[in-house]
């Protein structure tokens, strides 16, 4: 298996990095198999969707108003609503499998696999891929 762990900086924002280019890149000229993607965060994860034209923040909006950032979780330090970053795994898991096929990611047109990071407090996350061939 082929493995690697990149360091992402997401910054301040709240949001989604796309890391489908650095996917790619990893499993280039690798023939068949899977890509394994995880994040060792408790307060992250992945999701497969389409990036850009509004959809990047109608996602960070729906997660906003299905766990509100605000005083109602006993998981409480860290910035407002920090608690809601820990439910996080119940709708974006720390990880997700793509099939490869002939060295490229065998993702739909629209499909891009992004880190969601929903907590502003850490501006540096890493993400492991892992490569196990057919």
Known sequence: MKTVELTVRTGSTRGLTDVTDACGRFVADEGDGLLSVFVPHATAGLVIVELGAGSDQD?????????????????????????????????????????VIGGRLALGTWQSIALLDPNQDNAVRAVRLSFLPA
Not at 89 to 94: F, K, Q, S, T
């Open 59 to 99: 996602l960070v909006d729906a997660l906003d108003r299905l766990l509100p950032r605000d005083d109602r979780w006993r998981h409480r330090h860290g910035s407002a609503g920090h608690g809601a970053d820990h439910v996080l795994p119940l709708l974006a898991p720390p990880s997700l499998t793509v099939p």
